[in-house]
């Protein structure tokens, strides 16, 4: 993939699978995706439900908005990773395309969410 900047490299990939969840990897058998949007939505699933959010690209920076979910019931543990992840993306405020990986990064500059390219 080569490498774009902005709203472009965002697009550039519809589907994106998360492969990191504040630096420790996700439980067995889940699958959490993001998929974007020209129209400034992106959606997926949140690992036991489908999610929907809006996001604005700025240069670097990466901001989203309070993700709509559906409210289906899994696993404890599934539920626990699911309620992280809503969470974390709410604090992403910047991203870095590397390769084939989208890394977002919180205000202090940390990685908090790692996605491979799903497709």
């Not at 472009?8 to 995706?33: C, F, H, Q, V, Y």
Request: proline share 3%; net charge neutral; charged share 25%.
């Amino acid at each position: 993939m080569t490498r774009k900047s902005g709203e472009a490299a965002l697009m550039s990939e519809s589907k994106w699978s998360l492969r990191e969840l504040n630096d420790g990897p996700l439980l067995p058998e889940t699958d959490i995706t993001a998929q974007f949007s020209a129209d400034g939505t992106m959606v997926g699933s949140a690992g036991c439900n489908r999610y929907r959010s809006v996001y604005r690209v700025a240069g670097e920076s990466l901001t989203m908005g309070l993700p709509a979910t559906t409210r289906m019931s899994g696993a404890p543990s599934v539920m626990q990773q699911e309620a992280e992840f809503l969470s974390t993306l709410r604090a992403v405020r910047s991203f870095r395309l590397v390769t084939e990986r989208l890394e977002m990064r919180a205000a202090d500059g940390r990685t908090i969410l790692v996605f491979a390219s799903a497709e």
